[in-house]
């Protein structure tokens, strides 16, 4: 009979090759003992233990696990040390305001500023800081996005410098290598009738201080990620201080996520400002020394004034100050740009309304909800945070002709020019709009900018009320006045039926009047109470089809 195939192969083998493999084995961990002496590598003694002979045993072995319990204690309270000191240097890095584990103790004045501040909106807080900048700074560096200059200039903020005395008021292009260079120049060409403007790109790749690497080789910056603009800058501000004769401090200020951070990063060639994608990072003013002569100041953002337009409101509202809608802020920016270059730059369909982008532009991107249907919100959500953020291309047309805004005239631009080598900027600018790798302009999207951005300088214009409880105190007040006239209606109308009715009418009516007010206090006893008087009324004799 023919012997059935096993299903596993037979482990057997002749006794030559078991023997062969064994011999193998033993010279193998010889060789391994072997270099383990020359080493001098022992292996770790096993702990006998306390003997029994030994006296007072029980009273050692106690003292053993005393000990040892001891050093587990020790070992989970250094863990929640690091944790705590790992999660106050994380928050510190979101936040400048946070402090560090190692900084002295605060004093009584300080708590208590703290604890006046906190209680004050972030708004409010925004506002104090900036005129504290304008305040302190001789010369006032306003940075815009080259994508869109006009919708980064403020004309409240740029007002209340001129009104501030001898201060100067610079232009800096900051994100030039996101727009293409005929409009870089054209741009260039028409701010600089205005004010002194300096063609800037902040470094994308700086080292912290806080955070020690190790690195072997110093790899070339590339020409992406490398500071253009930083010279012409210096020379500028360093020229200004030699004709003042003293040493100065410069603000720089703006509509969040133009960069502000990043430019005093540049300049200072290391990162000591936090930046970040998130809108509104800097929350208060802080001084970067640049040499002995130039002190620089940060400052936070702008506030925006609600009476702008739905684009400037979408392009320069921090969610953390302000309620942003993604779907809403999307939209609006949508209905701003090129649609043509829109689906050419995200690969989707021609589409007709913002609605069908974002479906078409969720499955483009993977974005699905529970059940596989495009996921809406967070496709607008991405396209919001992507028009904002600092790697999007898109480019605005600079007005056909120049005319001077209503808080400018021919004196004031002649002595904010006043102290600067007009002529040596205007080099370094062409050298700087040279060095810059621009985009082509098919590859780019036109959008229409919205003019200039108005924005909120007084306290004295900010509501305290956040806008979420702005909101939900409106929609309250609104319920209760539409409650109270829909009563109203009742009662009148009311008053006009009892008129006809008879008493036994009037009290039939009163009945289900009743059993309603009932109803909105204990439903499920009402709900008994109906069906059982539902019951009772039933007529046998009538016929119910």
Same mark, same amino acid.
């Given at each position: 009979?023919?012997?059935? $195939?096993?299903? #596993?192969? /037979? +482990?057997?083998?002749?006794?030559?090759?078991?023997?062969?493999?064994? @011999? !193998? &084995?033993? %010279?193998?961990?010889?060789?391994?003992?072997?270099?383990?002496?020359?080493?001098?590598?022992?292996?770790?003694?096993?702990?006998?233990?306390?003997?029994?002979?030994?006296?007072?045993?029980?009273?050692?072995?106690?003292?053993?696990?005393?000990?040892?319990?001891?050093?587990?204690?020790?070992?989970?309270?250094?863990?929640?040390?690091?944790?705590?000191?790992?999660?106050?240097?994380?928050?510190?890095?979101?936040?400048?305001?946070?402090?560090?584990?190692?900084?002295?103790?605060?004093?009584?004045?300080?708590?208590? $500023?703290?604890? #006046?501040? /906190? +209680?004050?909106?972030?708004?409010?807080?925004?506002?104090?800081?900036? @005129? !504290? &900048?304008? %305040?302190?700074?001789?010369?006032?560096?306003?940075?815009?996005?080259?994508?869109?200059?006009?919708?980064?200039?403020?004309?409240?903020?740029?007002?209340?410098?001129?009104?501030?005395?001898?201060?100067?008021?610079?232009?800096?292009?900051?994100?030039?290598?996101?727009?293409?260079?005929?409009?870089?120049?054209?741009?260039?060409?028409?701010?600089?009738?205005?004010?002194?403007?300096?063609?800037?790109?902040?470094?994308?790749?700086?080292?912290?201080?806080?955070?020690?690497?190790?690195?072997?080789?110093?790899?070339?910056?590339?020409?992406?990620?490398?500071?253009?603009?930083?010279?012409?800058?210096?020379?500028?501000?360093?020229?200004?201080?030699?004709?003042?004769?003293?040493?100065?401090?410069?603000?720089?200020?703006?509509?969040?996520?133009?960069?502000?951070?990043?430019?005093?990063?540049?300049?200072?060639?290391?990162?000591?400002?936090?930046?970040?994608?998130?809108?509104?990072?800097?929350?208060?003013?802080?001084?970067?020394?640049?040499?002995?002569?130039?002190?620089?100041?940060?400052?936070?953002?702008?506030?925006?004034?609600?009476?702008?337009?739905?684009?400037?409101?979408?392009?320069?509202?921090?969610?953390?100050?302000?309620?942003?809608?993604?779907?809403?802020?999307?939209?609006?920016?949508?209905?701003?740009?090129?649609?043509?270059?829109?689906?050419?730059?995200?690969?989707?369909?021609?589409?007709?309304?913002?609605?069908?982008?974002?479906?078409?532009?969720?499955?483009?991107?993977?974005?699905?909800?529970?059940?596989?249907?495009?996921?809406?919100?967070?496709?607008?959500?991405?396209?919001?945070?992507?028009?904002?953020?600092?790697?999007?291309?898109?480019?605005?047309?600079?007005?056909?002709?120049?005319?001077?805004?209503?808080?400018?005239?021919?004196?004031?631009?002649?002595?904010?020019?006043?102290?600067?080598?007009?002529?040596?900027?205007?080099?370094?600018?062409?050298?700087?709009?040279?060095?810059?790798?621009?985009?082509?302009?098919?590859?780019?999207?036109?959008?229409?900018?919205?003019?200039?951005?108005?924005?909120?300088?007084?306290?004295?214009?900010?509501?305290?009320?956040?806008?979420?409880?702005?909101?939900?105190?409106?929609?309250?007040?609104?319920?209760?006045?539409?409650?109270?006239?829909?009563?109203?209606?009742?009662?009148?109308?009311?008053?006009?039926?009892?008129?006809?009715?008879?008493?036994?009418?009037?009290?039939?009516?009163?009945?289900?009047?009743?059993?309603?007010?009932?109803?909105?206090?204990?439903?499920?006893?009402?709900?008994?109470?109906?069906?059982?008087?539902?019951?009772?009324?039933?007529?046998?004799?009538?016929?119910?089809?």
């Amino acid at each position: 009979m023919k012997r059935p $195939k096993l299903k #596993k192969a /037979s +482990k057997r083998m002749t006794c030559h090759k078991r023997y062969k493999i064994q @011999k !193998k &084995v033993r %010279e193998h961990h010889r060789k391994l003992r072997k270099e383990a002496k020359k080493r001098g590598r022992k292996k770790p003694r096993k702990d006998p233990g306390v003997p029994n002979s030994a006296p007072f045993k029980e009273a050692l072995l106690r003292e053993a696990e005393l000990r040892k319990q001891q050093l587990e204690e020790l070992k989970q309270q250094q863990k929640l040390e690091r944790q705590k000191e790992q999660n106050k240097k994380r928050k510190l890095e979101t936040d400048p305001d946070v402090e560090l584990s190692n900084t002295e103790p605060e004093s009584g004045q300080r708590k208590a $500023k703290k604890a #006046k501040t /906190s +209680k004050q909106s972030p708004k409010m807080l925004h506002c104090q800081e900036l @005129k !504290k &900048v304008i %305040e302190a700074s001789d010369v006032v560096l306003e940075v815009l996005d080259a994508r869109d200059p006009l919708g980064c200039r403020c004309p409240q903020v740029e007002e209340a410098i001129i009104r501030g005395g001898q201060k100067k008021l610079v232009l800096v292009l900051n994100k030039s290598d996101l727009v293409p260079k005929e409009n870089l120049e054209n741009w260039l060409s028409y701010l600089k009738k205005e004010l002194p403007t300096v063609v800037f790109k902040a470094s994308t790749q700086l080292k912290d201080k806080r955070k020690r690497i190790k690195v072997k080789k110093k790899a070339a910056p590339s020409k992406s990620e490398a500071c253009v603009g930083k010279e012409g800058l210096w020379k500028l501000l360093e020229g200004f201080q030699k004709t003042s004769g003293k040493a100065i401090h410069v603000g720089v200020i703006g509509f969040p996520n133009v960069g502000k951070s990043s430019v005093i990063n540049s300049l200072k060639q290391e990162q000591i400002c936090s930046v970040g994608v998130s809108m509104g990072l800097t929350r208060c003013m802080q001084l970067v020394p640049l040499d002995k002569q130039i002190t620089i100041i940060d400052s936070p953002c702008f506030i925006v004034s609600p009476l702008n337009s739905a684009p400037a409101l979408a392009l320069r509202s921090p969610a953390s100050i302000e309620e942003v809608k993604p779907l809403e802020a999307a939209s609006a920016i949508l209905s701003q740009a090129d649609a043509q270059q829109v689906v050419l730059k995200f690969t989707v369909p021609v589409f007709t309304n913002s609605l069908e982008f974002f479906t078409s532009f969720a499955q483009r991107r993977g974005l699905h909800q529970k059940g596989g249907s495009p996921n809406v919100e967070r496709a607008a959500r991405v396209l919001w945070s992507e028009w904002t953020g600092a790697f999007l291309v898109y480019y605005c047309h600079p007005p056909a002709s120049w005319t001077p805004p209503p808080h400018f005239n021919e004196s004031i631009v002649t002595d904010m020019k006043w102290g600067f080598d007009l002529e040596e900027l205007e080099k370094n600018n062409a050298h700087s709009i040279q060095a810059i790798k621009s985009p082509h302009l098919a590859s780019s999207i036109l959008f229409q900018s919205s003019g200039l951005t108005n924005g909120v300088i007084d306290e004295q214009d900010i509501s305290e009320e956040l806008p979420k409880q702005k909101k939900q105190t409106q929609e309250q007040e609104e319920s209760y006045e539409d409650v109270k006239t829909d009563q109203g209606i009742v009662d009148e109308e009311g008053d006009d039926e009892s008129l006809d009715m008879s008493p036994a009418e009037e009290a039939c009516e009163a009945l289900p009047e009743k059993s309603q007010a009932d109803k909105q206090s204990a439903p499920s006893f009402v709900l008994d109470k109906m069906t059982e008087e539902e019951d009772d009324a039933y007529d046998f004799s009538t016929d119910y089809v």
